[in-house]
């Protein structure tokens, strides 16, 4: 069965300070990568997707992807009180309607 | 770009009645749209997958007779729960890709259902 592994935290980091979000996937032909967040109440919204190995940066966020171990990250720079959330890890399923398999997530807590 | 929204946002029904979600996408067509449910502090659980135009394929568990969904054109699909009942109570969240957008799914804001 295909996974998503995610530390369901919650991962308390310092205001200012890098968080740092993982992610293992179980299907190695896994192609497409996605995080998301989510506020309490909120259906979830895009913040990266990565398709490469190597790191892809946009803004604060760094999403990095190593294939070879099957491992995708987020990271998160100079933490700020509203990046605190849950942050959903998904992989794309080969051969599917287009379907995501979703990692439990993991409940990010930023201390001012 | 890459708007859904959904509607309504909340709805509380008595059990036995049913009620329609609508998903819409706003600035693209839709041509594949996701249903999922999400109980608090869990996390998503995909229920169907539908094609504009084609029957939706529900996930194993699902039943199509109670959840009918309806995805009839580019920009619109709709999820009916029929005899609705407490344990339906839940968050009921749809997302969109199609064309111009790769595999990424943009979600609508949620629906959230309370069954009396």
């Known amino acids: 069965q295909k996974e998503v592994e995610q530390n369901s935290g919650p991962l308390s980091v310092p205001e200012g300070a890098i968080a740092s979000l993982n992610c293992t996937y179980s299907d190695r032909v896994s192609q497409s990568f996605f995080w998301y967040r989510q506020y309490s109440g909120k259906s979830p919204e895009l913040i990266m997707s990565?398709?490469s190995n190597g790191d892809k940066e946009d803004g604060r966020f760094t999403a990095q992807l190593n294939k070879a171990s099957q491992y995708v990250s987020l990271l998160i720079r100079d933490s700020q009180p509203s990046d605190s959330a849950t942050y959903l890890c998904?992989?794309?399923?080969?051969?599917?309607?287009?379907?995501?398999?979703w990692g439990a997530g993991t409940k990010l807590i930023i201390k001012p | 770009g890459a708007v859904v929204s959904q509607h309504p946002s909340r709805v509380i029904c008595k059990s036995g009645t049913s009620v329609k979600i609508e998903c819409r996408s706003l600035d693209f067509q839709a041509t594949t749209m996701f249903w999922y449910r999400q109980f608090p502090k869990k996390s998503l659980m995909l229920m169907a997958t539908?094609?504009?135009?084609?029957?939706?394929?529900?996930e194993q568990g699902v039943e199509k007779d109670k959840f009918l969904i309806n995805h009839a054109s580019l920009t619109l699909s709709t999820l009916t729960v029929t005899s609705a009942h407490p344990e339906d109570s839940s968050f009921y969240i749809c997302s969109a890709r199609g064309l111009g957008q790769g595999e990424t799914q943009y979600f609508g804001p949620g629906t959230r259902l309370l069954v009396l």
């Open positions: 998904a992989v794309r399923v080969m051969d599917s309607n287009y379907q995501l398999i």
């Open positions: 990565i398709y």
């Open positions: 539908s094609n504009e135009g084609s029957k939706a394929t529900y």
